[in-house]
Nanobody, 125 residues
């Protein structure tokens, strides 16, 4: 069983920055592919970013590319999402997710086995 706990969300003005944290349980965290997804009101959950087990490979949604950075610290069982130049359309609940069976990174939410409870990010204009 893997538990994921997100934090770092909040209210920020457009153009501002936030850093999200996802703390994971599990002795084999360093083998998990970790992803961030988000869900805005009235919309389906969508992919944001993913990082490989080593941190060497990443992938981003086009809407956040160049503004968001995903990273991880395997010694701390933590994955991060640095969000810069935030826009009102980034407003959503952000979820981290773990793919514990992965051999490769995936942007498909159905490939992920465990999910956190989410953290709210609100960007005001």
């Amino acid at each position: 069983q893997v538990q994921l706990v997100e934090s770092g969300g909040g209210l920020v003005q457009a153009g501002g920055s936030l850093r999200l944290f996802c703390a994971a349980s599990g002795r084999t965290f360093s083998s998990y592919v970790m992803g961030w997804f988000r869900q805005a009101p009235g919309k389906e959950r969508e992919f944001v970013a993913v990082v490989s087990w080593s941190g060497a490979r990443t992938s981003y949604a086009d809407s956040v590319k160049g503004r968001f950075t995903i990273s991880r610290d395997n010694a701390k069982n933590t994955v991060y999402l640095q969000m810069n130049s935030l826009k009102p359309e980034d407003t959503a609940v952000y979820y981290c997710a773990a793919d514990v069976r992965a051999g490769k990174i995936s942007i498909d939410q159905y490939e992920y086995d465990y999910w956190g409870q989410g953290t709210q990010v609100t960007v005001s204009s």
